[in-house]
C-alpha cells in the first residue's frame, strides 16, 4: 500500500488531498467540532496543511500529536500558527517546537483525525506498525474518529487485532463511508 502510495504524483496527491478537504469540511460533525486533532501529513500521506490552516481561520482549536520516544505514545498538543510552531520530530515528522507544546487531554478533543496506511470499510485501520495512535486511542471515549484516506488505501478487509480502534467513518476523494453504528446526521 505505501508503494502504490508513493506512485502518486505531487499533483495527484494535493488534488485528491483537496478534494478530500472538501469533502472532511462538508460533514455536519466535522463543521460542529470546535476541537479537532490532525495529523500532520508525512511524504505521500493524505496532506493536511491545508485543513489545519483552514480549521484554526475558522476559530477551531487544533491539536496535533508529539511523539514521547520515551514511552512510546503521542501526545496532544494544541496548535495556534502552522508556519512558526512547527519542526520535524520523530521519525521527520512535523510536530511542535518545545516552546510551543501546549498539552492537551484527549478528553477535550470531539473530533480525530487519522492517518492510515489502508482502511476497509468496516472502519479497520492499517497503521504503521508502532501502535501510536492505538494506544492514545484506547481512551476514547466519545470522539469522532474520521480517517482520512486515498480511494486505492481502502481495501476489502484487514487483518485485525482485539486492541485496534476502529474510525467512525472515512473520507476519500470520492466519498464518505459510515464505518460504524454512530448515526450521522445530514
Known amino acids: 500500500m505505501i508503494g502504490l502510495r508513493n506512485e502518486l504524483s505531487p499533483q495527484e496527491l494535493r488534488d485528491k488531498s483537496i478534494l478530500i478537504?472538501?469533502?472532511?469540511?462538508?460533514?455536519?460533525?466535522?463543521?460542529?467540532?470546535?476541537?479537532?486533532?490532525?495529523?500532520?501529513?508525512?511524504?505521500?500521506?493524505?496532506?493536511?496543511?491545508l485543513m489545519v490552516r483552514?480549521?484554526?481561520?475558522?476559530?477551531k482549536r487544533v491539536?496535533?500529536?508529539?511523539?514521547c520516544n520515551n514511552t512510546k505514545q503521542l501526545l496532544i498538543s494544541e496548535l495556534h500558527d502552522l508556519d512558526n510552531e512547527l519542526r520535524p520530530g520523530s521519525f521527520g515528522i512535523l510536530e511542535p517546537k518545545p516552546?510551543?507544546?501546549?498539552?492537551?487531554?484527549?478528553?477535550?478533543?470531539?473530533?480525530?483525525?487519522?492517518?492510515?496506511v489502508a482502511f476497509d470499510e468496516l472502519g479497520h485501520r492499517l497503521g504503521y506498525g508502532g501502535g501510536y495512535y492505538d494506544k492514545l486511542l484506547?481512551?476514547?471515549?466519545?470522539?469522532?474518529?474520521?480517517?482520512?484516506?486515498?480511494?486505492s488505501q481502502v481495501v476489502s478487509a484487514l487483518p485485525t487485532l482485539p486492541h485496534d480502534v476502529k474510525v467512525n467513518?472515512?473520507?476519500?476523494?470520492?466519498?464518505?463511508?459510515?464505518?460504524?453504528?454512530y448515526k450521522f446526521k445530514s
Open 63 to 67: 491539536g496535533v500529536p508529539v511523539v
Open 21 to 49: 478537504r472538501h469533502n472532511l469540511f462538508g460533514i455536519k460533525q466535522f463543521k460542529q467540532a470546535m476541537t479537532v486533532m490532525f495529523y500532520l501529513s508525512f511524504r505521500n500521506e493524505v496532506q493536511t496543511p
Open 138 to 151: 484506547e481512551q476514547a471515549d466519545n470522539q469522532l474518529l474520521f480517517g482520512l484516506a486515498y480511494e
Open 54 to 59: 483552514q480549521a484554526l481561520h475558522e476559530g
Open 169 to 181: 467513518m472515512l473520507v476519500t476523494e470520492q466519498r464518505l463511508i459510515h464505518c460504524s453504528d
Open 99 to 116: 516552546q510551543f507544546v501546549r498539552p492537551m487531554e484527549l478528553s477535550q478533543i470531539e473530533l480525530v483525525i487519522l492517518p492510515g
